[in-house]
């Protein structure tokens, strides 16, 4: 279904929101990125604008150049390709997200090997956060890149800042009716935050991991290998193909699925907050 500006809205369950990978598979073949066929193509406009400031940044070939392209997009003088690799993405073949971002979240998904009505669910609720791209699903054609969240782009500005007013419209309505579960984090969670009329049925999910010590059960936050754990928990929810109508049914869903979930309180008009336990990560 889809709202009078054109825009896709999820009417039948659950939003996922979902931050990209650093690490990137550059596909050898293929066509080049068309900016009209990405989902919510009315941000086209914004994802040209950063595309093209992206690519001249990394075109200027002089030391002087490469060293500040290096330090904007905080790379190290041996990730030098990365600049080359950036300069030519106008041209660059493109495949779908799904098989670009293969960083630990994505493996752990594994949307390639899900049978096909798993695979139908994962890309129609699905939403890839990128700072060149705002947001994409899983099936949107892309090429590999390199461009962090969080960074200063001249003469765009800050990124963050930039798409939080970039997708606060297009977002909103494209959340439609539904819940949204956010695994995002740090800068890609900045980019968009839900409005008050769609924080009450947003949920954001932590990763804890519990061990015993000395008897005593106790509890972590989960960095890097909570992405692995996110993975997963995503892949059930395809394989179940659940369609949960409020954050109560998705936690039910969840629960069913033998995940460990906690709630704890929220303040008034933010998400709520969901607490993944996990022994094992």
């Known amino acids: 279904m889809r709202s009078p500006a054109g825009t896709a809205v999820n009417l039948a369950g659950v939003l996922i929101l979902l931050p990209p990978s650093?690490?990137?598979?550059?596909?050898?073949?293929?066509?080049?990125?068309?900016?009209?066929?990405?989902?919510?193509?009315?941000?086209?406009?914004?994802?040209?604008r950063v595309l093209t400031r992206l690519v001249t940044?990394?075109?200027?070939?002089?030391?002087?150049?490469?060293?500040?392209?290096?330090?904007?997009?905080?790379?190290?003088?041996?990730?030098?390709?990365e600049i080359?690799?950036?300069?030519?993405?106008?041209?660059?073949?493109?495949a779908p997200a799904a098989e670009i971002y293969t960083g630990v979240l994505y493996e752990a998904l594994d949307a390639r090997s899900l049978a096909p009505p798993a695979r139908a669910w994962l890309d129609e609720r699905a939403v890839i956060f990128s700072a060149l791209w705002g947001v994409l699903r899983l099936g949107d054609r892309v090429p590999a890149y390199r461009?962090?969240?969080?960074?200063?782009?001249?003469?765009?500005?800050?990124?963050?800042a930039y798409w939080r007013k970039a997708l606060r419209p297009a977002l909103d309505?494209?959340?439609?009716?539904?819940?949204?579960?956010?695994?995002?984090s740090g800068a890609y969670a900045a980019m968009w935050s839900p409005g008050p009329h769609l924080a009450p049925r947003t949920a954001a999910l932590r990763v804890l991991h519990e061990r015993t010590v000395d008897?005593?059960?106790?509890?972590?936050?989960?960095?890097?290998f909570n992405k692995a754990t996110k993975g997963r928990l995503v892949r059930s929810l395809a394989e179940a193909g659940v369609a949960p109508a409020s954050v109560d049914e998705l936690l039910t869903a969840l629960r069913d699925l033998k995940h460990t979930v906690e709630e704890q309180p929220a303040p008034a008009g933010h998400p709520?907050?969901?607490?993944?336990?996990?022994?094992?990560l």
Request: charged share 20%; with cysteine; aromatic share 0%.
């Open 173 to 184: 309505r494209a959340a439609g009716d539904g819940p949204v579960l956010d695994l995002r």
């Open 215 to 224: 008897g005593v059960p106790r509890r972590s936050v989960v960095s890097h």
């Open 57 to 81: 940044m990394c075109r200027r070939s002089s030391p002087r150049s490469v060293a500040a392209s290096l330090a904007t997009l905080g790379l190290s003088p041996g990730l030098r390709d």
């Open 147 to 160: 461009c962090p969240a969080g960074i200063t782009l001249p003469p765009v500005g800050g990124l963050t």
């Open 84 to 94: 080359t690799r950036n300069a030519g993405l106008s041209a660059a073949p493109a």
């Open 272 to 280: 709520r907050r969901l607490d993944l336990v996990v022994a094992e």
């Open 22 to 48: 650093e690490g990137k598979t550059a596909p050898a073949t293929g066509a080049p990125a068309d900016l009209a066929t990405l989902w919510l193509p009315e941000l086209a406009a914004a994802r040209r």
